[in-house]
């Protein structure tokens, strides 16, 4: 084994890493700002940058902007930036009802989507369904194998029936196992909740280290990024499947709002109330630098004012709807690709 090597491998993928983070979070740069501000050798980072932009990964994005500063003769530094069609990236979300699923590049535009009804499916049906449909869309799309960066498949609550194992850690394990002996690319597997929050910090453009994002719909789901990272809990559950949950008229279930009075129109205040109620603690208790509302019940615009007003006047975050809508869920799979699969392994 030629140990030295596999350091200089190393290396090489963590300073890719450290360049490609650098832009993800200040966008176009100038070659030499990443030169002087990336902590590692200043060669090293000219080499790596070279590579990349000869494989097409950061192409240039024009010249560094002269700021009203009198125009000087030469060229200035041009800016970096990365090639969003480089790569592409397949979501799969794993609902009660169906599959979602869809093709996008690295900043979520969408190239092809699909959805599969599930009507009481066995495990290997839906293993099957995923792999089927991912090579329809490549087909349709016609698509060059090579490009695709990998799957990223996200399971709601409701789904989680339908997985194998004894927990929420483990069905997910087995799942990416399984899908990864199918498919010829990198997989990752997580929850909705989770590929959501990954949506809104890689297709938004979202800023926030630390945000709150509750869904609340067809799914009750919650979960917290503190410090750019996806809070686990202790046990490693937080953020995972939640037990069932308690609604406001007292029943018992996966399905949240859709049933209830007034809530398809988002006018039922009780419930805005409740929710801006609850939201307040967790903002209290948590501090978060924004709250972003997921699921159909936050995409009523009178829903999403009447809670926006309250936690307003409370002097508390903003309240933001996610970037991840019940029509486009596959965004959040997508999103876990594009984050697990180029952010953190290219």
Do not use: W
């Not at 090597?5 to 979070?25: M, V």
């Not at 799969?92 to 009507?119: F, H, Q, S």
Request: net charge neutral; aromatic share 6%.
């Amino acid at each position: 084994m030629d140990s030295g090597f596999s350091i200089r491998n190393e290396a090489k993928r963590t300073g890719r890493l450290e360049i490609l983070n650098y832009l993800r979070a200040r966008g176009a740069s100038p070659r030499m700002d990443m030169i002087r501000q990336l902590p590692l050798p200043k060669g090293a980072v000219a080499l790596l940058v070279s590579e990349l932009l000869q494989e097409g990964i950061l192409p240039e994005r024009g010249e560094l902007p002269a700021e009203g500063r009198p125009a000087r003769r030469g060229r200035r530094s041009s800016l970096l930036d990365i090639n969003e069609n480089c790569r592409l990236a397949f979501g799969v979300v794993m609902e009660g009802d169906a599959l979602y699923l869809g093709l996008t590049n690295l900043k979520g535009d969408v190239l092809e989507r699909a959805e599969v009804p599930l009507k009481q499916p066995g495990y290997r049906e839906i293993l099957e369904q995923i792999v089927e449909q991912l090579h329809a869309l490549i087909r349709n799309g016609c698509i060059p194998p090579e490009q695709l960066l990998g799957a990223g498949i996200c399971v709601s609550c409701s789904a989680a029936g339908y997985l194998e194992g004894p927990a929420g850690g483990d069905k997910l394990l087995r799942l990416r196992r399984d899908l990864s002996h199918a498919l010829t690319m990198p997989v990752f597997t997580g929850t909705t909740i989770a590929g959501a929050i990954s949506a809104q910090r890689l297709f938004s453009q979202s800023r926030e280290e630390n945000l709150l994002m509750l869904r609340y719909g067809r799914q009750i789901e919650a979960a917290l990024l503190i410090s750019g990272r996806l809070y686990r809990g202790a046990s490693g559950r937080a953020g995972g499947f939640p037990a069932m949950q308690e609604l406001p008229d007292g029943r018992t279930s996966y399905q949240a709002a859709e049933r209830l009075e007034g809530t398809r129109d988002g006018t039922n205040q009780a419930l805005n109330e409740k929710l801006a109620r609850d939201l307040e603690l967790c903002c209290l208790t948590l501090d978060p630098e924004a709250v972003y509302g997921f699921g159909s019940y936050f995409e009523t615009e009178s829903a999403l004012k009447e809670i926006s007003r309250i936690l307003s006047e409370r002097r508390l975050p903003p309240f933001r709807p996610c970037r991840v809508t019940e029509d486009t869920l596959f965004l959040a799979g997508c999103a876990s690709a594009v984050e697990h699969c180029f952010y953190a392994a290219s």
